[in-house]
């Protein structure tokens, strides 16, 4: 069986690719096959319109969600907004509610697109590699079900797993796997920097002025030097004090998954906040087997992407209550 055809995220998936294509040509050529409507720059248009035609809608129905609870009788100034209806408000806030109507909607569209090229894929790599890594080593897969039944216990199932940040942070070990698998196939592999002024690096090299430089984040988790001997193993322990049991703060110089700097990852406790929410909600209902032979690969791209996918077969962990 297939997945449903979801139109815009397909033409999410041709607008990520246009960011790898307009790297590997010359400026004119993809500008000028975009003013023509040709090629890869033609498909791109025409997702373009298909996506923000469903933000708009997603937009419109919050507009209206959001004057219906200020018309309220009952609105008892209950702020408790979803990340979409907060960013209207805000956005209005800022921008006083005549200029919202002639330059907020496309802020709000354009803000939702970057939070969807920075949070959507990057996770859902994470998790691919995240699955395969955890059940191709199964003592770390008992370790995770056995720290999830000491931190919710049985009834954790029925409560939709976490029910507070508390119980999120006792799971060190799963965070441990989370940073380990990030070490190993960081979701953004690779960052293309470039100087502004010519300067010289930590090391001694010299950098000239306008020069790109690839950090590559893939290299920076496999490095001897950095990790110990051990660095090909994938090994969640390494995230863990022996002393206090809790997660080691490692900077971020030298984890770079998330980069470091001004820069850096601002999503990254809610991408913790969601790898460890999903990955113990599947974990402890279903044993993920890869299937036997199954190319796993990296796919060289701007995200970690598997080659041909993760294979799986997904068992029921409590046959008995289905
Ligand atoms: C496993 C998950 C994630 C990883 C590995 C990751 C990694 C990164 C990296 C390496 C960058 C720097 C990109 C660059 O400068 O070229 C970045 C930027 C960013 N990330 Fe994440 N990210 C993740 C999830 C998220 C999530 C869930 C959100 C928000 C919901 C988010 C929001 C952002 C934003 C807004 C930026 C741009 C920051 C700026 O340019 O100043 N990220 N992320």
């Not at 507009?63 to 990340?83: F, H, I, P, R």
């Not at 797993?161 to 380990?180: D, P, R, T």
């Not at 988790?221 to 002393?243: L, T």
């Not at 206090?244 to 990852?265: D, E, M």
Request: proline share 5%; aromatic share 10%; net charge neutral.
């Amino acid at each position: 069986t297939s997945f449903p055809r979801v139109p815009c995220a397909e033409a999410f998936d041709v607008i990520e690719e246009a960011i790898v294509y307009r790297h590997c040509v010359p400026p004119w050529v993809w500008k000028l096959q975009r003013w023509l409507h040709v090629g890869w720059e033609g498909k791109t248009v025409k997702a373009e319109e298909c996506l923000n035609a469903f933000l708009e809608e997603r937009i419109r129905v919050k507009m209206v969600e959001k004057q219906a609870k200020e018309s309220s009788l009952n609105d008892d100034g209950d702020d408790n907004y979803d990340l979409l209806m907060k960013l209207i408000v805000e956005t209005e806030r800022l921008m006083g509610a005549a200029c919202y109507s002639s330059k907020g909607e496309k802020f709000v569209r354009e803000t939702v697109v970057s939070l969807m090229v920075a949070g959507r894929d990057t996770i859902a790599v994470a998790l691919s590699w995240f699955f395969w890594l955890v059940t191709t080593n199964p003592g770390v897969e008992e370790k995770i079900l056995e720290e999830l039944l000491c931190t919710i216990g049985e009834s954790g199932e029925e409560q939709g797993i976490f029910s507070s940040i508390e119980e999120l942070n006792k799971m060190v070990y799963l965070h441990g796997a989370i940073s380990e698998t990030l070490r190993l196939y960081p979701s953004v592999p690779n960052e293309p920097k470039q100087s502004m002024e010519a300067d010289v690096l930590p090391s001694g090299h010299a950098v000239g002025k306008n020069t790109r430089i690839l950090v590559s984040i893939y290299s920076m988790g496999r490095m001897e030097e950095v990790w110990g001997k051990d660095w090909m193993e994938f090994k969640p322990e390494r995230w863990i004090s022996e002393r206090t049991k809790c997660t080691i703060h490692v900077p971020s110089y030298k984890f770079a998954a998330f980069l470091a700097g001004p820069r850096s990852c601002p999503g990254r406790k809610i991408a913790f906040m969601q790898l460890k929410n999903i990955a113990s909600c599947v974990l402890r209902r279903y044993k993920i087997v890869v299937v036997d032979d199954h190319p796993v690969l990296p796919l060289p791209s701007i995200m970690m992407f598997m080659k041909y996918g993760l294979k799986v077969r997904v068992l029921s962990r409590k046959p008995e209550n289905k």
